[in-house]
């Protein structure tokens, strides 16, 4: 049914959820799977919308060399789960980008056919204050999303 999952995580234990339910769902189905971890420009989504401060070379280099690292934790970790319950993986890093955007490019680039991932749930003015990268998702792709709580 769904040759090719996306699963995006930032390691977190609502990540998880998702993770976890994409992987039951791509052994159930013999899907190969694509992991992700996004992280953003240094200086978070202001990063782009202010001139006001600009990180040194040896700041930017430190941020990117600590992100990579905390990707690659976070992506071993699924690996080892999906390879232990017999699922092909790739696991991709994609760095300075907005999460949302690079997920849904991701998955596309990659012939993805669903994205799996989990949600905190919030509505509102939370949801409106902190953004919702599973509610972008949700309005700027066209693959099937299944939501995981």
Known sequence: MYAHILIPTD??????????????LAKKHGSKVTAVSVTEPLGGQFAFASDLW??????????DDT???IAERILAQVK??????GVPIETIHVPWRLAARALVETAEARGCTLIV????????FD??????????????????????R
């Open 11 to 24: 390691g977190s234990e609502v990540a998880q959820i998702g993770v976890n339910q994409g992987l039951a």
């Open 54 to 63: 600009a990180p040194s070379e040896s700041e930017v280099a430190a941020y």
């Open 67 to 69: 992100q990579r690292k």
């Open 80 to 85: 080892t789960k999906a390879e232990s319950m």
């Open 117 to 124: 991932m989990s949600s905190h749930g919030r509505t509102g």
């Open 127 to 148: 949801r409106v204050m902190l953004g919702s990268q599973t509610a972008e998702v949700l309005a700027t792709t066209k693959l099937p999303v299944l939501v995981a």
